[in-house]
């Protein structure tokens, strides 16, 4: 049973940077594709990137493009998200997800495993 939990929310103004990170345990980490989604109060839970399991290959959506940037240490079975010039419309938890395979995709419902979350608030 793989297990995720993430780390490194927290409160930070407008323009900010902030990284969080993922650990996973109870599987090889390298055979699992990773993804970041965030869900804001009062919204549905959404992809916002994801990488190979390889850690070839990342996708992001134009949201976070060019200001977030998805990395992973298959040796430390730690998997990051590193954001830069925050908005406040990047306030949410973020969740990883993993799934079994090299490559995942934007769905929520193609992840079998989640981390309980971790809070980011961008303040204006």
């Known amino acids: 049973q793989v297990r995720l939990e993430e780390a490194g929310g927290g409160l930070v103004q407008t323009g900010g940077s902030l990284r969080v990170s993922c650990v996973g345990s109870?599987?090889?980490?390298?055979?699992?594709?990773l993804a970041w989604f965030r869900q804001a109060e009062g919204t549905e839970r959404s992809f916002i990137v994801g990488?190979?399991?390889?850690?070839?290959?990342?996708s992001y959506t134009d949201a976070v493009k060019g200001r977030f940037t998805i990395s992973r240490d298959n040796a430390k079975n730690t998997m990051y998200l590193q954001m830069n010039n925050l908005k406040p419309e990047d306030t949410a938890v973020y969740y990883c997800?993993?799934?079994?395979?090299?490559?995942?995709?934007?769905?929520?419902?193609?992840?079998?495993?989640w981390g309980q979350g971790t809070q980011v608030t961008v303040s204006s």
């Open positions: 109870g599987g090889t980490f390298s055979d699992y594709a």
């Open positions: 990488i190979s399991g390889d850690g070839e290959t990342a």
């Open positions: 997800a993993a799934l079994r395979g090299n490559y995942g995709g934007a769905s929520r419902y193609q992840y079998d495993y």
